[in-house]
């Protein structure tokens, strides 16, 4: 089956640590995204890469960091710098203009 | 700076009831719009896609319009049903790059047997 899978489902952070979340695609899109999403609000672009071995920051980069070796794979690293990890985090891909969107991440801090 | 507004926040209706959500937006300027159905605790599914040029899309049951000059779009659903009950968010975006997209918050909607 084609699709966006991220990992793990929930995760747990304790202060000062950094974790890092998992997206893989095997749609062979070009473009994929991270944002996050708080309790009762639309999502929020963290960054996004529109090829491989470049991304752009999204309007709240401040605290997270991502790489794109792969064309299928975009892990999104949340740092210790992030004072207020606590969300919903979402990856999608695109080809053309649907974006597809994967499970999501639930990040709690400990 | 563009930014969307999804009104009401929350909708109860009674099964097989038509219903509409709306969606805002405050740059007319859009490259696309497109509407998404999320289940609690999951990703986002896309239903409708509405290009700028474009005046409505149609999915089955589903419905969305576009109305550039006044900044609003509307998703009508026909006929409701239980499984309809989810939170729909629409996402306007300005040019070409996907990345440009911004989110409204969504309606959650809630269909009674």
């Known amino acids: 089956d084609g699709g966006i899978t991220q990992s793990p489902k929930y995760l747990f952070r304790k202060e000062g640590q950094n974790v890092t979340l998992s997206c893989e695609q095997n749609?062979?899109?070009?473009?994929m995204y991270w944002y996050r999403q708080d309790p009762g609000q639309g999502l929020r672009l963290i960054y996004y890469?529109?090829?491989?071995?470049?991304?752009q920051k999204g309007d709240i980069a401040e605290g997270y960091s991502v790489s794109r070796e792969k064309k299928e794979s975009f892990p999104l690293t949340v740092t210790s710098a992030q004072k207020n990890p606590t969300a919903f985090y979402l990856c999608?891909?695109?080809?053309?203009?649907?974006?597809?969107f994967g499970p999501g991440t639930r990040l709690l801090v400990l | 700076k563009q930014e969307v507004t999804q009104i009401p926040a929350a909708l109860s209706v009674p099964e097989g009831e038509n219903l509409v959500l709306n969606c805002s937006f405050t740059?007319?300027?859009?490259?696309?719009l497109q509407w998404f159905r999320q289940d609690p605790g999951k990703g986002l599914t896309s239903l409708l896609l509405?290009?700028?040029?474009?005046r409505e899309q149609t999915s089955g049951r589903l419905n969305a319009s576009l109305d550039k000059s006044s900044g609003r779009s509307t998703l009508y659903i026909a006929a409701s049903q239980p499984g309809d009950s989810a939170t729909y968010l629409c996402?306007?975006?300005?040019?070409?790059?996907?990345?440009?997209?911004?989110f409204g918050d969504g309606t959650t909607l809630t269909v009674k047997p």
């Open positions: 509405i290009q700028s040029s474009q």
């Open positions: 999608a891909s695109s080809i053309g203009d649907t974006q597809y």
């Open positions: 740059d007319s300027a859009i490259y696309n």
């Open positions: 749609l062979n899109h070009d473009a």
């Open positions: 996402a306007v975006r300005l040019d070409t790059n996907a990345g440009k997209s911004t």
């Open positions: 890469s529109q090829i491989v071995n470049d991304f």
